[in-house]
């Protein structure tokens, strides 16, 4: 069964730390991994996108890492900053016709 | 450019009613693809649609179905709702295979 679990659930550091979001995953032939944030009450943010032949994807402040023998993947944020609190979601695609989400990690990133 | 829209952003219905969703996707977007979020998880994949077919449906009950129109956008109906059917209804389109979209969700209420 192809599923996906985030570590940790819920996650609270004081502003400016460097953090790490884990992301696992069964059955390592996937097509593409995303990460995305929520907003409480919102929709869903693309942040990065990886495709199964790279190993990692930059934006900003945000580094995501792929290791598909592993089936694992890493969202870091570099020098957080309050207005990064929000729900983070990992999604995998094993191409075929849905994303299959985590749980989520809940960030709160106090001043 | 619009992303995607969903319309309503919010309703609150009674159980046993029917409530219509809708969504247009991205401009030249031809896949549509709905999900359900219910608090404190991820979402789960409802349907996908592509040229105006179903391509997948998720674990639903019949209660629960979708069309795609002609310009790509499409509805959700749920009919019969249960207070378990409360929850975020987000749709993503998509341009490639992965690489999802989502929209700022409906929020349906069931009383």
């Known amino acids: 069964k192809q599923e996906v679990t985030q570590i940790p659930a819920a996650l609270s550091v004081p502003e400016g730390e460097n953090l790490v979001l884990n992301c696992s995953f069964t059955d390592s032939a996937i097509y593409n991994l995303q990460w995305f944030r929520q907003d409480p009450g919102k929709g869903l943010t693309s942040l990065l996108l990886i495709q199964s032949s790279q190993r990692e994807q930059t934006s900003g402040r945000l580094n995501a890492s792929l290791d598909k023998s592993s089936g694992r993947s890493t969202l870091y944020i570099a020098a957080s900053q309050p207005g990064d609190s929000a729900t983070y979601l990992c999604?995998?695609?094993?191409?075929?016709?849905?994303?299959?989400f985590g749980a989520g990690t809940r960030l709160a990133v106090h001043p | 450019d619009a992303g995607v829209t969903q319309s309503p952003t919010h309703l609150i219905k009674t159980r046993g009613q029917q409530v219509t969703l809708r969504c247009s996707p991205i401009s030249g977007h031809k896949s549509v693809s709905w999900y359900q979020q219910v608090l404190g998880q991820g979402p789960q994949f409802i349907f996908q649609y592509y040229e105006k077919e179903e391509r997948g449906r998720g674990n639903f009950p019949d209660r629960f179905s979708a069309r795609q129109f002609p310009n790509y956008s499409s509805e959700l109906n749920v009919n019969a709702l249960l207070l378990g059917d409360s929850a975020l209804y987000l749709c993503a389109s998509s341009l490639s295979p992965g690489g999802y979209t989502f929209g700022s969700g409906t929020r349906l209420t069931v009383v």
């Open positions: 999604a995998v695609f094993w191409g075929y016709n849905k994303l299959i």
